[in-house]
């Protein structure tokens, strides 16, 4: 005879399969007839990197989506995924059509064949950004190299800028980022780590610089309170990416549109945002793997078994 704990477990089980399956069934049904229409718009998924709310990150991009719908009528559903992992699952899975995320989301998103360079975005002819560890000017930490023994809080473990090159620049200062390190916190993403930092929850925090002046602007963070301590060589931009799923016509229909989105009637230089919600200058979509060669030889560097020691750290 079953216990009353085991029937409920069955039954828990049973119901999540059932859920399962309706799920995958409807988003395989969605992905076949999604073709930029109103009503079956393109659906995007991004990055967390500002928090994950709908009016954070969301909010960041949604301009130059608007953009290309107001010139080219394709539509597009944006949302923020929970994680970065679920990001990539995303694009994965056939979730959605168009990804956003940094190199070291893409990297295994592209070993598993399911995402291709779409654009990146260009500002002052440049197409990188910075990484950036910041203490609390109180704590007395000057260089990357005193943060030993200290608490020190990371974003999302798949983040470029809030993990991994962060973590490249503490073992480039001599310092080993599990056994010199005080309590980690990994936090998901840069503003949550920016806000632990401010809170006095750690005494060093990891973020882009984008984010690190965005929290300024926000007032998340006091400028005055705050001393960047380490900054990173310049790293690749985070990629719009597409699904290797979609049609060629569609994926050059997606290019062109980011290609010209700039120089179109009636969109404004305010529209074209990237990155942080800051406005660029135009998408460049003539682009291959190979813009992200430098982001990829520090991800390399950053072994599956430290950042698995780092993880196991953060969860004692």
């Not at 059509?97 to 654009?119: H, T, V």
Request: proline fraction near 5%; charged fraction near 20%; charge should be negative.
């Amino acid at each position: 005879m079953l216990l009353p704990q085991t029937i409920a477990k069955l039954l828990v089980i049973s119901l999540v399969a059932i859920l399962s399956f309706y799920f995958i069934k409807n988003t395989n049904q969605t992905s076949l007839s999604t073709d930029g229409s109103i009503s079956h718009p393109y659906r995007v998924m991004l990055i967390p990197a500002d928090g994950g709310t709908e009016d954070g990150t969301r909010a960041d991009f949604k301009p130059v989506f608007d953009a290309i719908t107001q010139t080219t009528g394709i539509h597009f559903d944006i949302k923020v995924g929970q994680s970065y992992a679920t990001v990539i699952e995303a694009i994965c899975s056939d979730v959605v059509e168009i990804a956003w995320f940094g190199a070291a989301s893409y990297l295994p998103a592209k070993q598993r064949g399911c995402a291709e360079l779409l654009a990146v975005d260009v500002k002052d002819n440049s197409t990188s950004y910075f990484s950036g560890i910041y203490a609390l000017k109180e704590s007395n930490i000057l260089t990357v190299s005193d943060i030993q023994g200290h608490s020190i809080a990371f974003g999302d473990p798949n983040s470029t800028s809030s993990f991994v090159y962060p973590v490249a620049m503490i073992v480039d200062a001599g310092l080993d980022p599990v056994k010199d390190l005080g309590k980690i916190r990994i936090t998901g993403s840069h503003a949550n780590s920016l806000k632990a930092l401010s809170e006095g929850q750690v005494e060093v925090a990891a973020a882009s610089f984008d984010s690190f002046e965005k929290a300024i602007n926000q007032g998340i963070i006091d400028a005055n309170a705050v001393v960047v301590i380490g900054k990173s060589a310049p790293i690749p931009n985070p990629p719009l990416t597409m699904a290797t799923k979609l049609p060629e016509e569609v994926k050059a229909k997606l290019r062109l549109a980011f290609k010209n989105v700039h120089k179109s009637p009636n969109v404004t230089p305010e529209m074209i945002r990237g990155y942080g919600g800051n406005q660029v200058d135009r998408y460049d979509t003539v682009i291959t793997d190979e813009i992200l060669t430098p982001a990829l030889v520090v991800i390399s560097n950053v072994t599956g078994d430290i950042r698995a020691a780092i993880l196991a750290k953060a969860n004692k």
